[in-house]
């Protein structure tokens, strides 16, 4: 992380790191608010099941106070958070694929059979594609 600093602070001036720095905790807490916030659609809207905002938040949070406690490779825990974010796309696409295709929920909007099997294919390519970075990501690097 500090070659990433430097590097801003040589290229880009004084203050650019730390800018950053805040650019990327934005990011962060953005990132969290819209998952909390899908995920208690989701469990509202779909599942009926309601969880506090106290213990949706704290549920959200312990990863990451688990990293910090642990005193984990700062560089190591953000590449594997984005590795471990990337395997929410499938839950929310996959039932996105079955509303989509639904006639009864979807009317005349329904998807055709070639969206449907083109969106299959895309689901499967990205399942595959999060099952080969989270192989090379924890056993491909030693």
Known sequence: MN?????????????????FGIAL??????????????GQVVMQGFIRRRISVFLRRAITMVPALI???????????????????????????IPLLIFTRDKKLMGSLVNSRFTNYASYGVAALIIGLNVFLLEQTLFGSR
């Open 3 to 19: 070659q990433v600093f430097d590097g801003l602070e040589h290229y880009l001036g004084a203050h650019s790191g730390v800018i």
């Open 25 to 38: 905790l934005a990011s962060g807490i953005s990132s969290s608010s819209v998952g909390t916030l899908a």
């Open 67 to 93: 990293v910090i406690g642990a005193n984990f490779d700062p560089s190591r825990a953000l590449i594997l958070s984005q590795v471990f974010l990337s395997f929410g796309i499938p839950f929310a696409m």
